[in-house]
């Protein structure tokens, strides 16, 4: 009794595999009908592949160049080998190309015209360049205006405190920071130590003296101004250097 129990029950599991096969048979072959009966549609329809190729003028490939059929509107973009594929009507239509900094082109696709293989139309496109013409611009030397018209003195440095220039200046022996207005009018100076290389604003608009080998920072009061202690060029470049914006409550170094 238990062998012939054993025996219905694959019995019924061979059956149910077996209904299975067929339900998938039916339903593949239900797709492959589908599938020619799309082809044939498509054949009917009179409609073809048009492989194009978009290039310049020195036959370098374009890529995401526009290309769209005017009668029915459908449309496709070249890739990185300037190529594209786009469903076509067989009759004559025209194909529109463009792309940003080259001439439109608008093409007239015919067997004529193009070569035509395995129902697939391939096909070329040179586009021009759109050479935009600037307006001419007149330079004028006469219009020039110094910053800090003063002879003699040898301006290293400068950057802008508010509405004033800040100076890194050498005027006869002696190395100073003097501060100016619009008009090179002297608002404040002081003597520094010898040698500076340059003023560096930091994240927080605060302005330095920078050394060779160490930092000084520039303590404001209104137009008026001292000299703070110094810091290693190693604290500078480590520190400083890396800031490059500050907001309430955040530094963002790069």
């Known amino acids: 009794m238990k062998r012939l129990g054993s025996l219905n029950i694959l019995l019924s599991s061979n059956k149910?595999?077996?209904?299975t096969l067929i339900i998938k048979k039916h339903?593949?072959?239900?797709?492959?009908?589908?599938?020619?009966?799309?082809l044939v549609s498509f054949q009917a329809a009179g409609?073809?592949?048009?492989?194009?190729?978009v290039m310049t003028p020195d036959s370098i490939a374009i890529s995401n160049a526009n290309i769209y059929d005017v009668k029915t509107g459908h449309g496709a973009t070249t890739n990185k080998q300037g190529?594209?594929?786009?469903?076509?009507?067989?009759?004559?239509?025209?194909?529109?190309?463009s792309h940003v900094g080259f001439e439109t082109s608008i093409e007239s696709i015919n067997n004529r015209s193009v070569k035509v293989k395995?129902?697939?139309?391939?096909?070329?496109?040179?586009?021009?360049?759109?050479?935009?013409?600037?307006?001419?611009?007149?330079?004028?030397?006469?219009?020039?205006?110094?910053?800090?018209n003063?002879?003699?003195i040898n301006v290293i440095d400068y950057v802008f405190y508010e509405e004033f220039l800040l100076l890194l200046i050498k005027e006869d022996k002696e190395f100073l920071l003097r501060l100016t207005n619009e008009n090179s009018k002297t608002i404040?100076?002081?003597?520094?130590?010898?040698?500076?290389?340059?003023?560096?604003?930091?994240?927080?608009?605060?302005?330095?003296?920078?050394?060779?080998?160490?930092?000084?920072?520039?303590?404001?009061?209104?137009?008026?101004?001292?000299?703070?202690?110094?810091?290693?060029?190693?604290d500078f470049n480590e520190i400083l250097l890396p800031c490059i914006a500050s907001t309430n409550n955040h530094l963002i170094f790069k």
């Open 16 to 19: 149910d595999v077996i209904h």
């Open 27 to 38: 339903i593949w072959f239900a797709v492959l009908i589908n599938t020619i009966i799309s």
């Open 47 to 53: 409609q073809i592949i048009l492989k194009g190729i």
């Open 83 to 97: 190529v594209y594929f786009l469903n076509i009507i067989q009759e004559p239509t025209d194909i529109n190309i």
């Open 118 to 148: 395995n129902d697939t139309i391939h096909h070329t496109t040179i586009l021009s360049w759109d050479i935009v013409e600037l307006a001419q611009v007149e330079i004028n030397a006469d219009l020039t205006q110094l910053a800090y």
């Open 150 to 152: 003063k002879p003699k």
């Open 188 to 234: 404040n100076d002081i003597l520094i130590k010898k040698k500076p290389k340059k003023l560096f604003k930091d994240c927080l608009n605060n302005i330095h003296i920078i050394y060779q080998d160490s930092i000084f920072q520039v303590i404001f009061s209104n137009t008026n101004f001292k000299i703070g202690p110094s810091s290693s060029i190693n």
